[in-house]
């Protein structure tokens, strides 16, 4: 579905991207990983073509991002949902009318179809009845939750994710997590998961997508990151647990196998 062909990126000095090799697949959910700094979001942004690469390729569907003109790349990011670390709703704005915004700039739908399709958006991410509220009247996991549902409105084919769990206490991340999984499995989307919860990406991830100093040092199965050999991600896994998350995410593991 995505697909990174030896791409490079510097600001300035800066080498942030130093080949990246990488391929998504269509249907699953991939975390992105890494320590602050090593490009996650730079990543995210050329798949978006919000960054194009100094050299190397970015491909959509075999369509190669950074060859679209600004019009192909207007139609194509509407393929495309994001969902931002902060949320990221206009407060000064309903629910419904945050919800709106894409449709009315991106489709002709009529009123009574926006409003059905503010509906259907809401209620994959149970918040039925909230349309009338504005986002300081939503709890922060309601807030993730009304952002999920502006990017699903558009009925994309890629959901990118930017720290889902930011700020959320464990319930409530988790129930992030829950949701995450669950659209993936009744709508199929292919999900591009940046974040540093270690939790949330054996969890929910199908795959896992390691960055260090600008290059891809792990790509596999959350499993087979839990049983990787090289230093550096054992030394990364260890200093990311001191939140338990590796007892809880083994104790999850039992309690479903059993």
Same mark, same amino acid.
């Given at each position: 579905?995505?697909? *990174?062909? !030896?791409?490079? #990126?510097? *600001? +300035? +000095?800066?080498?942030?991207?130093?080949g990246?090799d990488?391929e998504?697949?269509?249907?699953m959910?991939t975390?992105v990983?890494?320590?602050s700094g090593?490009?996650?979001?730079?990543?995210?942004?050329?798949? $978006?073509?919000?960054?194009m690469?100094? @050299?190397?390729?970015?491909f959509?569907?075999?369509?190669?991002?950074? =060859?679209?003109?600004?019009?192909?790349?207007? !139609?194509? &990011?509407?393929?495309?949902g994001?969902?931002?670390?902060? =949320?990221a709703? *206009?407060d000064?704005?309903t629910?419904? +009318?945050? $919800?709106?915004?894409g449709?009315?700039r991106?489709?002709?739908?009529?009123?009574? %179809?926006?409003?059905?399709?503010?509906?259907?958006?809401?209620?994959?991410?149970?918040?039925?009845?909230?349309?009338?509220k504005?986002?300081?009247?939503l @709890? /922060?996991g309601?807030?993730k &939750?009304a952002a999920?549902a502006? =990017? $699903?409105?558009? #009925?994309?084919?890629?959901?990118l994710?930017d720290?889902?769990?930011? /700020?959320?206490?464990?319930?409530?991340?988790?129930?992030?997590?829950?949701?995450? @999984?669950?659209? !993936?499995?009744?709508?199929?989307?292919?999900?591009v998961?940046?974040?540093h919860?270690?939790?949330?990406?054996?969890?929910?991830?199908?795959?896992? =997508?390691?960055?260090?100093?600008?290059?891809?040092? *792990?790509?596999?199965t959350?499993?087979?990151? $839990?049983?990787?050999?090289?230093?550096?991600? #054992?030394?990364f896994?260890?200093? @990311?647990?001191q939140?338990?998350?590796?007892?809880?995410?083994? %104790?999850?593991?039992?309690?479903?196998?059993?």
């Amino acid at each position: 579905m995505i697909r *990174f062909e !030896n791409v490079k #990126k510097r *600001f +300035d +000095d800066l080498v942030v991207l130093k080949g990246i090799d990488l391929e998504i697949q269509r249907g699953m959910v991939t975390a992105v990983i890494g320590g602050s700094g090593t490009g996650k979001s730079v990543l995210l942004k050329h798949i $978006l073509g919000l960054l194009m690469p100094d @050299s190397g390729h970015v491909f959509i569907e075999d369509v190669r991002v950074n =060859a679209l003109s600004y019009k192909e790349l207007v !139609n194509m &990011r509407q393929k495309i949902g994001m969902v931002f670390q902060n =949320a990221a709703l *206009f407060d000064s704005l309903t629910v419904a +009318d945050n $919800l709106a915004m894409g449709l009315k700039r991106h489709s002709r739908l009529s009123r009574d %179809e926006i409003e059905k399709e503010i509906k259907w958006a809401l209620s994959l991410v149970g918040l039925d009845g909230v349309e009338e509220k504005h986002p300081a009247e939503l @709890s /922060g996991g309601m807030r993730k &939750r009304a952002a999920i549902a502006r =990017a $699903l409105v558009m #009925k994309p084919e890629i959901l990118l994710y930017d720290e889902p769990t930011t /700020g959320l206490d464990p319930p409530r991340a988790d129930s992030i997590n829950c949701l995450i @999984s669950d659209l !993936n499995k009744k709508l199929g989307i292919t999900s591009v998961m940046v974040t540093h919860d270690m939790y949330s990406m054996f969890r929910v991830s199908h795959m896992t =997508a390691m960055l260090h100093d600008g290059e891809i040092l *792990f790509y596999g199965t959350p499993e087979q990151m $839990l049983h990787a050999k090289e230093p550096i991600i #054992k030394e990364f896994l260890k200093t @990311s647990s001191q939140s338990n998350w590796l007892k809880d995410y083994q %104790e999850e593991e039992s309690y479903e196998s059993s």
